[in-house]
């Protein structure tokens, strides 16, 4: 199963991850990080690991690691 990996303090909420995945895995939650930002959350089951999201974030706040990485 694919992994992602979401540095929240790093994100700005941007929205650009949530707008692009293919699959609608990740959705904003009602928790702020350190800096008042809305946080992300990740739907492992649902997501592909197509790397989408880490090509978007502008704050590279997400890393995608496939399976047998």
Do not use: H, W
Request: glycine share 6%.
């Amino acid at each position: 199963m694919p992994k992602i990996i979401y540095d929240q303090n790093l994100c700005k909420a941007c929205g650009l991850c949530v707008e692009f995945c293919p699959v609608k895995a990740i959705t904003f939650t009602d928790n702020l990080n350190e800096k008042g930002y809305r946080v992300l959350s990740f739907d492992q089951e649902v997501c592909t690991a197509c790397g989408t999201c880490y090509r978007m974030c502008p704050d590279l706040a997400i890393t995608v690691q496939r399976e047998g990485r």
